[in-house]
T-cell receptor
């Protein structure tokens, strides 16, 4: 069946440019999460959307990072004025949104800032 | 202190042996617990949820110890394909935010 879809799978850009990453969650999943994973590191929570509630942005590392979720489905993570330390794999996950529901991950976007 | 802590390993395991490792969490109000598996340069995949009474799925057994605030994962009859990083995941008392441990690397060798 269709899983979480992320695009692009790889993105290489120059320092200072803006990038936009896309996540298409599993149909019917009301909760959507963004994480990032730097090389050899654990998963770092970035932001969480649940239905029509205000998103939990507590993990966003700076104001250069923002995310939207339109129509309760597709989400975009935008990084402005990228820095080299932004290089990481950005993972999106979705879940049914109830209390005890595991998350399903996309394949991730590998972002490289030159 | 980190919210979720794991021994990074690696745990070098002979094929066919049993390996077990723990994950400690700091928030006593945490509600849900999971083990995820992550292969090198791949996304995490859910291995199993961890229930209060403990649960088993084939060669994998997960336990929760609320009093000491840790969960454990035991792998019996290890296979070469079990080589991976095992991520401990904890869901807090409020909302659905998950906190991931840094992972425990397991290497099963012939």
């Amino acid at each position: 069946g269709a899983g979480v879809s992320q695009s692009p799978s790889n993105k290489v850009t120059e320092k200072g440019k803006d990038v936009e990453l896309r996540c298409d969650p599993i149909s019917g999943h009301t909760a959507l999460y963004w994480y990032r994973q730097s090389l050899g590191q654990g998963l770092e929570f970035l932001i969480y959307f649940q239905g029509n509630s205000a998103p939990d942005k507590s993990g966003l590392p700076s104001d250069r990072f923002s995310a939207e979720r339109t129509g309760g489905s597709v989400s975009t993570l935008t990084i402005q004025r990228t820095q080299q330390e932004d290089s990481a794999v950005y993972l999106c996950a979705s879940s049914l949104g109830q209390v005890i529901q595991p998350q399903h991950f996309g394949d991730g976007t590998r972002l490289s800032i030159l | 202190r980190k919210e979720v802590e794991q021994d990074p390993g690696p745990f070098n395991v002979p094929e066919g042996a049993t390996v077990a490792f723990n994950c400690t969490y700091s928030n006593s109000a945490s509600q849900s617990f999971f083990w995820y598996r992550q292969d090198c340069r791949k996304e995490p995949k859910l291995l199993m949820s961890v229930y209060s009474s403990g649960n088993e799925d084939g060669r994998f057994t997960a336990q929760l110890n609320r009093a000491s605030q840790y969960i454990s994962l035991l792998i019996r009859d290890s296979k070469l394909s079990d080589s991976a990083t095992y991520l401990c995941v904890v869901k807090g008392a409020a909302g659905n935010k998950l906190t991931f441990g840094g992972g425990t690397r397991v290497l099963v060798k012939p």
